[in-house]
């Protein structure tokens, strides 16, 4: 009799099974909870007439995926609470922009299952510029590819809607793409009051459509990241101006101080040098008092945006005030900044400037060199040195650079500076 209950048991059990194992609304990471719970109920089963255990048994586990399916919505919706969470405290705990960008990103890769790599592209003035990325294998911000003029990008930029590609294969937007370019793809606007701010593209190896509850996650980080966004450009933006010489958009005095004490403590670190030059431009006040300082302003402008245009990525060129500049080079001596003024020296011979009575005017420029640490200990310092190197150029030795002598005593004539130019 015991024997005739147990394999009635295992029969039940096994009906069970199928019915759990067919049922692919159900997540694979739950079937197995599922099943020992079945197991359980199915051994508590008293024999029944006529082979009714079996009956009964289905009964039972039907009663419990039907509960599973309750089970399961309430488990996506306490998921996206948890979400809502995670993500209000990520991306309002920075204003930095690509903490913003990186923090949207790594959100996104750990919502979706399967998913392949996030791209965010920033949306301004009708262009779209590279914000961040995140790869399956962990690779950040590398530009995969540039958004085509036809692409899903574009396309969600420019009408603010949401956008599926199922099967990036068979699709007409992705008609001529790398072999590699395989399964669905998301893409998705991010809005601040109607406006598009930005785009995120989702891409998975698997294709098909997206779930309910992947779009509802999806949708809610793309509302939140927006606003993350916005703000965080904004901070950017206000920032910029207040590091920013209203005149020439070169940055100002506070920018080259903040930027100094990076410099300092860059070369203490990695026990390099770097230098500060302080530029004169020769004959500005002539041009003040012939033209007005309207023009003085605008020749000024000119002047400063010709010498940035040809400096590298790497230097650092602030207004110091009135017709100033200084440069700073990270990991540079002496020979290598005498390059570099030479390179000056040399491309200000083809600045000109048209006044308004039709004369062209020319441009000379002095300047003063200080290394660190050879000149001074601190950035404040080194500036002095290098303006006292400045004041020795312009009084004896126009149109060229003079290196500081050392860290004490003021520059002469007949000094022994060595000069360039």
């Known amino acids: 009799m015991k024997s005739e209950l147990n394999n009635a048991r295992a029969r039940v059990y096994e009906r069970a099974r199928e019915l759990v194992e067919r ?100 949306y301004l003035h009708n262009r779209l510029e590279f914000g961040a990325s995140l790869s399956s294998e962990g690779t950040r911000n590398k530009v995969i590819a540039i958004p085509r003029k036809n692409g899903l990008t574009n396309l969600v930029a420019t009408s603010g809607k949401r956008f599926v590609v199922e099967d990036m294969r068979t699709h007409e937007l992705y008609k001529g793409s790398p072999e590699d370019w395989k399964g669905s793809i998301i893409g998705i606007p991010l809005m601040v009051n109607r406006e598009v701010v930005g785009v995120m593209n989702l891409s ?28 965080a450009s904004l901070h950017q933006q206000v920032t910029h101006q207040a590091n920013s010489d209203s005149l020439t958009g070169l940055p100002n005095r506070r920018a080259l101080d903040i930027r100094l004490e990076e410099e300092v403590m860059y070369a203490k670190r990695s026990g390099t040098r770097f230098a500060a030059i302080m530029m004169d431009l020769d004959g500005f006040k002539e041009v003040n008092d012939t033209y007005g300082h309207a023009v003085g302003d605008e020749f000024l402008r000119s002047a400063f945006n010709f010498l940035a245009g040809s400096m590298r990525a790497t230097d650092f060129l602030a207004r110091y005030g009135g017709d100033e500049l200084t440069l700073i080079l990270r990991q540079t001596d002496f020979p290598m900044a005498k390059v570099v003024c030479d390179k000056i020296l040399e491309n200000i011979k083809n600045f000109s400037y048209v006044a308004p009575d039709k004369r062209t005017l020319a441009l000379g420029v002095s300047g003063g060199i200080a290394i660190y640490p050879l000149h001074a200990d601190t950035g404040s310092d080194l500036l002095r040195a290098a303006d006292s190197a400045l004041y020795h150029a312009k009084k004896y030795l126009r149109g060229s650079f003079v290196i500081a002598r050392g860290k004490t005593g003021p520059l002469t004539d007949q000094s022994g500076s060595k000069l360039i130019g």
């Open 204 to 231: 998975r190896s698997t294709k098909g459509g997206f779930s309910s509850a992947e779009l509802r996650l999806l949708e809610l980080l793309a509302d939140q990241a927006a606003v993350a966004i916005s703000n």
């Open 23 to 122: 049922d692919k609304s159900i997540p694979v990471e739950d079937k197995g909870n599922l099943l020992r719970l079945i197991q359980v109920l199915t051994e508590s089963l008293e024999a029944e007439p006529n082979g009714q255990e079996k009956d009964k048994g289905t009964l039972v586990t039907k009663e419990i995926l039907s509960k599973q399916a309750l089970m399961t919505l309430v488990r996506q919706q306490a998921d996206e609470l948890d979400s809502l969470k995670k993500l209000s405290l990520n991306l309002t705990s920075s204003l930095d922009l690509q903490t913003v960008l990186d923090a949207v990103v790594s959100e996104a890769m750990r919502l979706i299952r399967n998913a392949r790599a996030v791209h965010i592209f920033l």
